[in-house]
């Protein structure tokens, strides 16, 4: 079992940067690949990035492609997504998940609550 927090959403003016935060608890974190989606309103759940248990192999979103950037660090069982050059179409509430390295929501298995990004233009 995996539990999920998410952290760092905020307002951020187009062009911005932030970084959201997901810090699971379980000694198995380490085990399981994690991914970020985002969801905005009246939209599907959207990929946006995946990284595997290891931290080795990354894969990303068409649409945050250059200025996304997933990592994560198992000692601290933390998963991070770092956005730069923030777009208003950006705007969507972010969700972390545990599962298998992959693009659809089927794959994960474990979600957080989600945190809102808010981008202005």
């Known amino acids: 079992q995996v539990q999920l927090v998410e952290s760092g959403g905020g307002l951020v003016q187009a062009g911005g940067s932030l970084r959201l935060s997901c810090a699971a608890s379980?000694?198995?974190?380490?085990?399981?690949?994690m991914g970020w989606f985002r969801q905005a309103p009246g939209k599907e759940r959207e990929f946006v990035a995946t990284i595997s248990w290891s931290g080795s192999s990354t894969y990303y979103g068409d649409s945050v492609k250059g200025r996304f950037t997933i990592s994560r660090d198992n000692a601290k069982n933390t998963v991070y997504l770092q956005m730069n050059s923030l777009k208003p179409e950006d705007t969507a509430v972010y969700y972390c998940a545990a599962g298998r390295f992959a693009r659809t929501p089927d794959e994960y298995d474990y979600w957080g609550q989600g945190t809102q990004v808010t981008v202005s233009s």
């Open positions: 379980g000694r198995t974190f380490s085990r399981y690949n």
